[in-house]
């Protein structure tokens, strides 16, 4: 039951994100981005397995049936880097705005709000180097 929970809701984590990878918003980009980062790392320990007992082995005794833990440090890594990234690019997105006056793909890849005016003309005049 809860392998076909995990996998209703890994489907709907990777449909929002790629919903979101397909707007005209950067943000909304980034967002998607970090959705299916995050929900392949929810992938990736669903795959490590849920069952299983904590990798620890009191005094004299065997454990069997450990759930293996180099699945979850990895995992636990790729939050932290793309937390790190994700934060990164909303910075980087900022920096778009605050440059060309809108967030939309479109308008920035034709030249932006405020980024259509050239830039030698604000410095004062045309420059011929």
Do not use: C, K
């Amino acid at each position: 039951m809860t392998e076909f929970v995990l996998a209703a809701v890994l489907g709907v984590l990777f449909a929002v994100g790629t919903f979101l990878l397909l707007r005209r918003d950067v943000v909304r980009v980034v967002w998607g981005v970090a959705i299916v980062s995050q929900s392949a790392n929810v992938y990736l320990v669903t795959m490590g397995g849920l069952e299983g007992a904590a990798p620890i082995v009191a005094h004299g005794g065997g454990g069997g049936g450990a759930t293996d833990p180099l699945v979850q440090a990895l995992v636990l890594t790729a939050i932290v880097i793309g937390f790190g990234t994700t934060a990164f690019a909303l910075v980087l997105t900022y920096r778009v705005y605050e440059e060309h006056g809108t967030i939309d793909v479109v308008d920035i890849a034709a030249g932006g709000v405020n980024g259509a005016e050239d830039p030698d003309a604000s410095q004062g005049g045309d420059r011929d180097d």
